[in-house]
């Protein structure tokens, strides 16, 4: 690395910051690891810019405790002069949890709704992209630290299935999971502005809006 990537000159012309001493400073003070972070920082976005031959990457999330909310009123649309205006009160006909897997190359996504987010649901889904994926493919999967993503039920799946392994992004560094910037379309585009009067209306809207994106 050059000088200039290694130290940054600060605004105030106050001197260098060396990023090296700080990673080791941070290290050595039991702080938030930034080698490691870095590390698994390179290996995501190594899967995005290189990805392994005969391989597919996915970027996998849950959406937990999605509302099916009805609206007392419509929603009344933003017209020159007249910001949009929607009711304050709401019906709450209940959650569901959407969990969902990029592709990283193509775009499509991969969705299963389900009333929880537990490590067997995590593995349920896991089965779901394997049934979906070619057989010839090797199976890259960017997710969290999710507790339910490390349990033994998932460790055993994966035993069971080498073609696939896990990619953990580092704490507090979910921006880095594509399929988040995915989720950010569903809310904007779907659920802000949607009025669902039960829990299969919202089941369904859903599952239309990923058929829908992957046409």
């Given at each position: 690395m050059t000088e200039a990537g290694n130290g940054l000159q600060t605004a105030a012309g106050l001197g260098r910051l060396d990023t090296r001493a700080v990673a080791r400073a941070s290290d050595g003070a039991g702080g938030v690891g930034w080698r490691r972070a870095a590390g698994k920082i390179r290996d995501v976005v190594g899967l995005y810019l290189a990805p392994p031959a005969n391989a597919v990457v996915f970027a996998v999330d849950e959406k937990p405790q999605i509302q099916a909310l009805e609206r007392t009123a419509p929603v009344l649309p933003m017209v020159p002069g007249t910001p949009e205006r929607r009711s304050f009160d709401y019906i709450r006909h209940g959650t569901v949890d959407?969990?969902?897997?990029?592709?990283?190359?193509?775009?499509?996504?991969?969705?299963?709704?389900?009333?929880?987010?537990?490590?067997?649901?995590?593995?349920?889904?896991?089965?779901?992209?394997?049934?979906?994926?070619?057989?010839?493919?090797?199976?890259?999967?960017?997710?969290?630290?999710?507790?339910?993503?490390?349990?033994?039920?998932v460790h055993k799946w994966l035993l069971a299935h080498?073609?696939?392994?896990?990619?953990?992004?580092?704490?507090?560094?979910?921006?880095?999971?594509q399929v988040e910037r995915w989720f950010a379309?569903?809310?904007?585009?779907?659920?802000?502005?949607?009025?669902?009067?039960?829990?299969?209306?919202?089941?369904?809207?859903?599952?239309?809006?990923?058929?829908?994106?992957?046409?």
């Open positions: 959407l969990f969902a897997a990029l592709n990283t190359a193509t775009g499509k996504v991969i969705g299963k709704l389900s009333a929880q987010r537990r490590a067997v649901d995590f593995r349920d889904f896991l089965d779901e992209i394997d049934r979906q994926t070619s057989p010839g493919l090797a199976v890259h999967v960017i997710c969290d630290n999710l507790s339910a993503h490390k349990a033994p039920v080498p073609r696939f392994e896990l990619h953990f992004t580092s704490s507090y560094s979910s921006w880095i999971n379309e569903l809310e904007r585009r779907c659920l802000e502005r949607g009025v669902f009067c039960s829990l299969d209306e919202l089941r369904a809207a859903l599952e239309d809006w990923i058929k829908t994106w992957n046409e």
